[in-house]
């Protein structure tokens, strides 16, 4: 089994390659334009990689954007192992990734704190 450190390099080079091949749109499916990749965990035994996603749009075309990246699976999965050296490649599972949507609004709910805060001085 990997150590931890091993283990959080490898997801960060998974999401660095990842985030360069979607930068310079080298999956050329239309439904997975403008993703950006939030994050990668790859478990201790290589079996799977969990790919976090999420788009400007937000969660109004996550079911597009998801079926965009399974259908780009087997070409996503030969990219990465052309550029990252593994003895057993993980198979790839993409989510989408809630926690811009939910920052976003956490933020608006503050600032609106804030505004009733001077209203009322």
Do not use: C
Not at 55 to 74: F, H, Y
Not at 85 to 104: G, I, M, N, Q, Y
Not at 111 to 120: L, P, R
């Amino acid at each position: 089994m990997p150590s931890p450190i091993r283990l959080t390099r490898i997801n960060d080079r998974f999401q660095q390659e990842l985030s360069m091949m979607f930068a310079r749109s080298e999956v050329r499916d239309p439904r997975v334009a403008g993703v950006t990749v939030t994050e990668v965990s790859v478990d201790r035994e290589f079996s799977y990689a969990e790919i976090y996603v999420s788009a400007v749009e937000g969660i109004t075309r996550s079911d597009e954007i998801l079926k965009g990246l399974e259908s780009a699976t087997p070409f996503i999965r030969k990219y990465l192992s052309d550029r990252i050296e593994l003895r057993s490649f993980p198979r790839l599972r993409f989510h989408w990734d809630v926690t811009p949507e939910k920052a976003d609004r956490i933020e608006q709910i503050i600032a609106s704190i804030h505004a009733d805060d001077k209203k009322k001085k």
